[in-house]
């Protein structure tokens, strides 16, 4: 065939076209369901927290229950991320830009398309993006694989646990359910100029007047999107693990997490988490520990 090289969305017929736009609008049909049920299944976990703490129930439940609701958060999240890029590749159907790399402009293969109807970066572009530079959702690799490769260069025993979207959240928070495990919560404060990663329990809601007395300055907000963006460029936001030092930020341990032996963060992504020893966080990272954080 003749300029295979330079074929664009012209020349993706109408009926592949049709196909793909039926295909995205299936895919976003699941997708509502499948946050429908998210929220459901969160509501559920709500209600039975107050039933739990009516009847005076264990508070190990109530952190289990706790941690599977920021599981659930996780997953919707992810869901959420799934949708605005199937609503973006509507979009460019709708505006006759479907099938275009939005980083190079060249044309993305039809065999691409028909395995991922929303991608929106040629495979060439994806790749660049994985490494680690720019490129919206397909960037999560590289922190994950930097924060591997620091950990394999320091010996440390850890396990990863990828949790495809398409799992229940039940059957990711029963993977998590491991007693003496605690899923860690990473927020990141801002005062003026600088940026602070704190690390809290995932039972945990950070007190930022407490943080203010911890890092010695006032006010302390928290971080704006955008500015975790710059910070942590190859995280998606909401999952950027307790490893400061990879960003040169100051890391802040609220106590209550060192009573743990292993704990379990998200890896730079929401589908992946990583556990490990306490001990070896401490030792790696050397966070700064005080008490800022209150349990929820
Ligand atoms: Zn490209």
Redesign the pocket.
């Given at each position: 065939m003749e300029g295979g090289e330079a074929m664009t969305t012209a020349t993706l017929t109408a009926e592949f076209k049709d196909q793909q736009r039926r295909r995205l609008e299936r895919e976003r049909q699941q997708i509502l369901e499948r946050i429908t049920a998210l929220a459901a299944a969160e509501q559920a976990l709500a209600e039975s927290q107050g039933e739990e703490s009516d009847a005076g129930g264990g508070q190990a439940d109530v952190a289990s229950d706790i941690a599977e609701q920021a599981l659930d958060l996780t997953l919707e999240r992810a869901e959420r991320d799934h949708l605005a890029q199937v609503d973006a590749a509507l979009r460019r159907l709708e505006e006759d830009r479907y099938g275009v790399?939005d980083?190079?402009?060249?044309p993305i293969p039809v065999e691409r398309l028909q395995v991922l109807p929303w991608a929106h970066?040629?495979v060439?572009?994806a790749e660049a993006a994985q490494k680690g530079h720019h490129g919206r959702g397909e960037r999560q690799m590289s922190c994950k694989d930097r924060l591997e490769d620091f950990l394999r260069r320091n010996h440390v025993s850890y396990q990863v646990q990828h949790h495809p979207v398409a799992y229940t959240a039940q059957e990711v928070a029963a993977s998590e359910h491991v007693p003496g495990k605690k899923l860690v919560k990473v927020v990141v404060a801002a005062t003026n100029g600088s940026l602070y990663l704190l690390a809290l329990p995932a039972t945990h809601r950070v007190d930022l007047n407490e943080v203010e007395r911890v890092v010695g300055r006032a006010p302390v907000r928290l971080a704006h999107e955008e500015e975790l963006a710059a910070a942590l460029p190859d995280c998606e936001v909401g999952a950027m693990p307790p490893f400061g030092n990879l960003y040169g930020l100051p890391v802040y341990v609220d106590k209550a997490l060192t009573e743990d032996d292993v704990i379990v963060f998200q890896a730079g992504t929401h589908t992946d988490t990583i556990s490990m020893p306490y001990a070896d966080f401490e030792r790696l990272v050397k966070p700064i520990v005080g008490r800022f954080a209150r349990h929820v």
């Open positions: 790399c980083e190079c402009g060249l970066l040629c060439r572009c």
